[in-house]
């Protein structure tokens, strides 16, 4: 039924994306693509998107939110073994502060688009607005990580991903507390920016990183 598994990895626009592709399928195919700390101070947006094989339901499917880090993790890993196809894409802290980050986040989409090999027929995107893919048609969906579950899954491939990568940074970059807030304006994340200043990971372009920077 399925085809080899393969990795590639790909650089653009010095953006890592990372694909992972276990099948193809002659069915109408419906990609759910979603993002990943907006609304962080730190650290790259991340996008994720799911083609789902519709032999193989996924139980348990919801917005990322609303899952603990074991659950999320636990799906993850699922999506990863029975989904048609998954790719993650990315916009770094730097793009961000060039472009801001509504156009970052497109940007990321449209690259997790780009990276599946196998191209859907359609396109569901969460939020109020869709990414530049003209080669497929599709809609924007409000509230769609908790309605449709191609888009569920893909808030949960990608807030697992970035979670890791910022558990990585909190051992690169101690005493910021990454680990815990993963990038987001907590308290203890500010109050360490004020001690410590921004790191290359910050987004520079943020109020409460701009203003540490003065």
């Not at 276990?22 to 990609?31: P, Q």
């Not at 060039?98 to 997790?112: K, P, V, Y």
């Not at 893919?133 to 949960?156: K, L, Q, T, W």
């Amino acid at each position: 039924m399925y085809g080899g598994f393969f990795a590639q990895i790909q650089s653009r626009h010095n953006s890592l994306t990372i694909e992972f592709c276990v099948s193809s399928n002659k069915h109408r195919l419906i990609a759910g693509i979603d993002e990943v700390g907006r609304g962080c101070l730190a650290g790259p947006v991340v996008t994720a998107a799911v083609i789902l094989d519709p032999q193989q339901p996924i139980n348990g499917l919801q917005d990322s939110k609303k899952l603990t880090p074991q659950q999320r993790v636990g799906l993850a890993e699922i999506i990863q073994q029975q989904a048609m196809c998954w790719s993650i894409g990315r916009a770094e802290a730097s793009e961000i502060d060039e472009i801001n980050i509504l156009q970052a986040t497109m940007l990321a989409m449209a690259r997790a688009y780009h990276a599946l090999s196998i191209k859907p027929d359609w396109v569901r995107v969460d939020g109020n607005r869709y990414p530049d893919i003209p080669s497929c048609a599709g809609e924007f969906v409000i509230g769609g990580d908790d309605s449709h579950s191609e888009i569920s899954a893909a808030s949960i491939i990608a807030k697992v991903a970035r979670d890791q990568e910022m558990m990585i940074a909190d051992v690169i970059y101690p005493g910021y507390g990454f680990a815990g807030h993963k990038g987001y304006p907590t308290v203890k994340h500010r109050a360490a920016l004020v001690e410590l200043g921004p790191t290359v990971i910050h987004r520079h372009s943020f109020a409460p990183v701009r203003n540490c920077l003065k």
